[in-house]
């Protein structure tokens, strides 16, 4: 990994983190529109970057609320690492639609199923119409600017425009 891309992940984590303090209400602390940032990461960069991109977004994004589900955040720190993982590997490889919705999907009922178990189904129904309001924000944000963003973020960051 060269200076730039490393570089880069920190700009977009910093996003992630200015992201994190937006946050929208919901019963359990707040839900914050930290993802956005972590969808262009994972396209602009790769999947792995924009997975570590979501993890560390998500930690920052806990931090700022108070850590309200306390050890949990780090199960949804790998369950966001590997959504957007996934959502990258769909992304670049044209099935950009089939990437939209499954992050939408994913992120807004199928990641907080494990709380299904681990707490109460009424904590997780709880948990999704906040969810699912920031993951539309945060999927409307990039559906909308990845295609206008990608190739200028692309140039300025890689020397020939490409990722390496």
Do not use: C, Q
């Not at 109460?120 to 309001?133: E, Q």
Request: cysteine-free; charged content about 10%; proline content about 7%.
């Amino acid at each position: 990994m060269d200076v730039r891309k490393i570089s880069a992940i920190a700009i977009f984590i910093a996003l992630s983190a200015v992201g994190a303090m937006i946050k929208i209400p919901s019963p359990i602390g707040s839900i914050a529109l930290d993802s956005f940032p972590a969808l262009l990461a994972a396209v602009i960069l790769g999947p792995v970057s924009g997975a570590i991109v979501a993890g560390l977004g998500h930690i920052i994004s806990a931090l700022f609320g108070g850590m309200p589900l306390g050890p949990f955040h780090f199960l949804i720190m790998v369950e966001m690492a590997v959504l957007t993982w996934m959502f990258s590997i769909l992304y670049i490889n044209g099935k950009k639609i089939g990437a939209f919705f499954l992050f939408f999907i994913g992120n807004a009922f199928i990641l907080a199923l494990p709380f299904v178990f681990l707490i109460s189904p009424g904590f997780y129904t709880l948990l999704v119409p906040g969810l699912t309001a920031a993951t539309a924000v945060n999927v409307a944000l990039a559906g909308l600017l990845l295609p206008r963003l990608e190739p200028v973020l692309k140039k300025m960051i890689f020397k020939d425009g490409l990722a390496e």
